[in-house]
């Protein structure tokens, strides 16, 4: 082989390897955040919680807790920018019934960074630049039905992101991602087992309530 080609190949070579390496230190905090279903075991939990339901609306890109059956908080969140559904390898969102299975992260100061859902000991700033990990806190959601069968071992979450300037679209690889403030109060006031509502539809609250919640966030 000419030095030249030799030269260009090793160069080839090296370029590629950089190019995988920044692929995979990026994808790495990239939800869903698990490889394959072996890699999961489901927490043992049982526990119930009959008086919260979260509804998180596709459409809106907004969460509704009700507390009750009363509608008590409105959140901005992101679903998938690759859209809806439950296929492996897809980054979309699973619709229909779920539950919380887990929550992760309590005790944990706004920003925190995790990694396969371990705390790493980095803390970020919202709107950090060029981060996009998971932070702060981490409920793991578990389908109740056909439809969203695999959530729980594609890793679906309803967690922090310091990217809250893009909360109110969708931005996610599945997931659905909450300002670290909101997420910490969340994770305070439901318990595991609380039942998670995803439709397409937007969210069934009046008009009256949408300015109520919207005024209280200015405050």
């Not at 009363?70 to 539950?99: E, H």
């Not at 309530?209 to 919207?214: D, E, I, R």
């Amino acid at each position: 082989m000419p030095p030249s080609r030799f030269f260009s190949s090793l160069l080839t070579v090296a370029f590629l390897a950089l190019f995988v390496g920044v692929l995979s230190a990026d994808d790495a905090v990239k939800e869903p955040d698990l490889a394959a279903p072996a890699a999961v075991s489901s927490p043992s939990s049982t526990e119930t919680d009959p008086h919260h339901e979260i509804i998180v609306s596709i459409k809106d890109q907004k969460m509704l807790l009700l507390t009750d059956g009363k509608a008590d908080a409105l959140y901005p969140v992101s679903t998938s920018k690759f859209g809806v559904g439950d296929r492996w390898g897809s980054y979309t969102t699973p619709l229909g019934k779920l539950i919380v299975k887990a929550k992760i992260g309590m005790g944990q100061p706004l920003g925190a960074v995790f990694k396969s859902r371990t705390p790493t000991g980095e803390v970020l700033k919202p709107n950090a630049p060029g981060r996009d990990p998971i932070v702060t806190r981490i409920l793991w959601l578990e389908g109740q039905e056909p439809g969203n069968a695999h959530a729980f071992q594609r890793g679906i979450y309803i967690h922090g992101t310091p990217q809250e300037s893009l909360l109110g679209r969708p931005a996610s690889f599945g997931c659905i991602r909450m300002r670290s403030t909101d997420v910490a109060t969340l994770c305070t006031r439901i318990a595991t087992g609380a039942i998670v509502r995803i439709i397409p539809d937007p969210l069934p609250i009046h008009e009256s309530l949408w300015k109520k919640f919207l005024a209280a966030s200015r405050t």
